[in-house]
């Protein structure tokens, strides 16, 4: 059936303004966009009258992970639509860490109202098995699987710098080289933060052109100049930043992302909140729905969206405020998904993940012992490495401390540093690994996740042993979650039972309990950050700069190097 959007303002991409037009189109695509309409347009035609709003195409975010949500594929697409988001780009290599291509088949099954097109997760694990144990692998034999699928349209962030520009033929070499010769045209898609200079050009030579990681303005202007396109998330939302952008004129080489969005913020918008957060921050309005319609899709060779013209798919979004990106109606290939009067339209598709998927942590419940830290008994003292956490993004520095050692156990809980512990998950090898942290918690208590990017093997850190036990066994018992004990009571606790990285119930409960995780971590243990629920997760991610713990032991992720925790002993 024909239909009409009447006496809207709308948005004409290749101008970057707003026209007072009239919309037709039927179940799939937009028809026409006229000044005026005739008798034979109205035939038959349903007429929704939109005098006073505004109509933008439909927001496509090209660079985010449904799991960092900690939600499915279903949930996450009920939740976007009424932001206004229509389409978007996953790359699942947080469920191909723990389960490999069989983990992206489970994403990929889900039947959804949002367009989800995939990238390949280059990097799983982030580094190689021989620094770090995964429950899945992505080698050349997935990869050539994953490209005959549909849904493929580019190869996910490529994060092993050191492997990238080795002189070997390493992997991801060889995942590049195959990606090109069956599929020629395929987008590689980088992940390359602090990196500038000849390694950015060693970088760019690879063929991956691609970057969404944290900028600066002098980044901003090489990487751009030497032909790398940009996607700017959140946290890369600067006053500096968008300025660069908007002096220079940057439009056509950049986005606007997501990457990772919390569960309870995901209630409250996806992108539409970035295209907002850029506004604020002196990008224009209208510029930045171009970056976040227009921009993304061209990067992804989109071309049947972004643009609200004649044979373009009808994603349509109709605002209440423009200024606000308040939204009242949305339509997905020409049907009515949301409206605000009625709520979600459309029933998504029910999907149950594969039973394993509900016990996935192969591993036994801890004690007190497990978490003592043994160390050569004639040493009376130790000089460590420790980790320190920085409160205003997930990068990390290297630093040391002096502690004491009695009867080859070194002494830390009084020290004003925390134990950090990554204890293998998978069943492969049982690993467990030590590091000091200085800079999070400064209370007494604990941490424990079973979500811990990329390897998601189960992470505890505290400053008490006998909350360390209580909160990583409950992680275990529970099959999975995010968690926080004080006292050896257990505070808070975000169930995630599938893979033990997302939770597949509603997003209100997965919202709330992850809010009071975060509201203890601050709360009751001191820990200071813009995102805690992030910082933490991320401290078992070694390709973000620049020392984080594995399960093989402290890691300095862009020399590919594991260093001890003791790095000297004294006997007297």
Request: net charge negative; aromatic share 8%.
């Amino acid at each position: 059936m024909k239909s009409i959007i009447r006496g809207a303002e709308v948005f004409n991409t290749y101008t970057k303004t707003f026209e007072r037009k009239e919309i037709i189109f039927d179940e799939r695509m937009i028809l026409e966009v006229k000044d005026t309409l005739s008798e034979d347009d109205l035939f038959e035609a349903k007429i929704i009258e939109a005098k006073g709003q505004w109509v933008i195409p439909g927001l496509i975010d090209i660079h985010m992970h449904i799991e960092s949500s900690m939600t499915t594929p279903k949930e996450f697409s009920k939740r976007v639509i009424p932001h206004g988001v229509t389409t978007v780009v996953a790359d699942p290599h947080e469920i191909a860490n723990v389960f490999g291509i069989k983990g992206i088949k489970s994403f990929m099954d889900h039947k959804t109202g949002l367009d989800i097109f995939y990238g390949i997760p280059s990097s799983v694990p982030s580094t190689s098995s021989e620094y770090e144990t995964t429950g899945g692998i992505i080698g050349l034999e997935e990869v050539e699987l994953l490209l005959k699928e549909e849904k493929v349209i580019c190869l996910g962030e490529v994060m092993n710098f050191k492997d990238l520009v080795a002189k070997e033929d390493t992997l991801i070499k060889k995942i590049i080289a195959l990606c090109k010769e069956k599929r020629p045209l395929l987008l590689l898609e980088g992940h390359c933060p602090k990196i500038s200079g000849s390694d950015l050009s060693m970088y760019l030579q690879s063929g991956v052109n691609g970057d969404h990681t944290m900028q600066t303005p002098q980044s901003i202007v090489e990487k751009i100049k030497n032909g790398m396109f940009l996607e700017i998330q959140g946290k890369c939302i600067t006053a500096e930043n968008i300025k660069t952008l908007v002096d220079n004129h940057f439009y056509e080489y950049f986005a606007l992302v997501t990457d990772d969005t919390m569960p309870n913020d995901l209630l409250k918008g996806q992108l539409d909140k970035i295209v907002l957060k850029a506004h604020s921050y002196g990008l224009g309005l209208n510029e930045a729905i171009y970056t976040a319609t227009y921009t993304p899709a061209r990067r992804m060779r989109l071309d049947d969206r972004g643009v609200i013209a004649p044979g373009k798919i009808a994603d349509l979004v109709i605002l209440d405020s423009l200024k606000e990106l308040k939204t009242s109606k949305v339509f997905k290939n020409g049907e009515l998904y949301y409206d605000k009067e009625k709520g979600y339209q459309k029933k998504e598709a029910e999907y149950e993940f594969p039973s394993e998927f509900y016990h996935s942590l192969k591993l036994a419940e801890v004690n007190e012992d497990t978490f003592k830290v043994k160390t050569d008994p004639e040493y009376q003292k130790v000089k460590v490495n420790v980790i320190k956490i920085a409160m205003d993004s997930t990068f990390t520095k290297l630093d040391e401390a002096l502690l004491d050692v009695v009867d080859g156990e070194i002494k830390w809980e009084e020290s004003g540093l925390s134990l950090l512990c990554c204890l293998e998950r998978y069943g492969k090898n049982h690993n467990i690994a030590f590091a000091f942290t200085k800079g999070a918690i400064k209370e007494k208590g604990a941490i424990a996740s079973s979500w811990a990017h990329d390897h998601h093997n189960l992470m505890v850190m505290g400053t008490s042993v006998k909350d360390m036990v209580k909160i990583a066994n409950t992680v275990i018992i529970e099959q999975g979650g995010y968690g926080v004990s004080t006292n050896e009571e257990v505070k808070a606790f975000a169930k995630l039972n599938v893979g033990g990285i997302v939770y597949d119930g509603p997003l209100e409960i997965l919202a709330e309990n992850i809010d009071k995780v975060k509201e203890v971590m601050i709360n009751d243990l001191g820990y200071d950050h813009y995102n805690p629920i992030m910082s933490f997760a991320t401290l078992s991610l070694p390709v973000s700069p620049s020392v984080k713990l594995v399960d093989k032991g402290i890691m300095i992720g862009k020399e590919l190097k594991i260093i001890p925790l003791v790095k000297e002993g004294f006997k007297c």
